[in-house]
């Protein structure tokens, strides 16, 4: 069982701005850096933000993270059809590597 | 470009042992930098780690997976590889081998995947 725990499902219209979530307890993400991976339908995941905010390049500057306290986030603005996925985050926690229990975008 | 490619063992039976190679190819298994990890995936469901090694042989393991794994690598053959025993269905699943970047487990993040392999336990 997961300590990250993220809501099953997050929609939104083209354009918009969509925001995903990512809860810790026990202060999980408040020690330790946050990446967030997007998996497209049948492929690998891939990694969007790491080190909380950091976007490797050749991620559209429309994904962006953020932290506060025991919660992370992830925020898509300007939402296209491709973002269609699953998201996950996840932290190194104690001695281990632990992914959230992953976000379904849809586009409406 | 560093890419890699997990072996294809298909179809393995209830109590035995799974066995899994991935292969580092356009780069080096022996990173000092990087760390090298499995993961899977349940059909349908989420992503959960396995463990990781370091071309030195230090691994971190999933404390629920521990009893029944081991991660070791093959400098020569630029390789690391995978044995999880006495398998049941509930280790069906889509297995990747990954890359860490980041340098400490407190900054991974996996930037290389390899494509999975499905691997069903069925007798």
């Known amino acids: 069982q997961s300590v990250l725990t993220q809501p099953p499902s997050a929609s939104g219209t083209p354009g918009q701005r969509v925001t995903l979530s990512c809860s810790g307890g026990?202060?999980?993400?408040?020690?330790?850096?946050v990446t967030w991976y997007q998996q497209l339908p049948g492929t690998a995941p891939k990694v969007l933000i790491h080190?909380?905010?950091q976007r490797p390049s050749g991620v559209p500057d429309r994904f962006s993270g953020s932290t506060s306290g025991t919660s992370a986030s992830l925020a898509i603005s300007g939402l296209q059809s491709e973002d269609e996925a699953v998201y996950y985050c996840?932290?190194?926690?104690?001695?281990?590597?632990?992914f959230g229990t992953g976000t379904e975008v849809s586009v409406l | 470009q560093l890419h890699l490619q997990e072996s294809d063992p298909g179809l393995v039976r209830p109590s035995e042992t799974l066995s899994l190679t991935c292969t580092v190819s356009g780069g080096s298994f022996r990173s000092i930098r990087d760390w090298w990890g499995w993961v899977r995936q349940p059909p349908g469901k989420g992503l959960e780690w396995i463990g990781s090694i370091h071309y030195t042989g230090t691994t971190y393991y999933s404390p629920s997976l521990a009893s029944r794994i081991t991660i070791s690598g093959d400098t020569s053959k630029n390789q690391f590889s995978l044995r999880l025993t006495s398998v049941d269905a509930a280790d069906t699943a889509i297995y990747f081998c990954?890359?860490?970047?980041?340098?400490?487990?407190?900054?991974?993040?996996?930037?290389?995947w390899g494509r999975g392999t499905l691997v069903a336990v069925t007798s």
């Open positions: 990954a890359r860490h970047a980041g340098g400490l487990p407190f900054y991974w993040y996996l930037d290389l």
């Open positions: 996840a932290i190194w926690d104690a001695g281990r590597y632990v």
């Open positions: 080190g909380n905010n």
């Open positions: 026990r202060s999980t993400i408040g020690t330790s850096t």
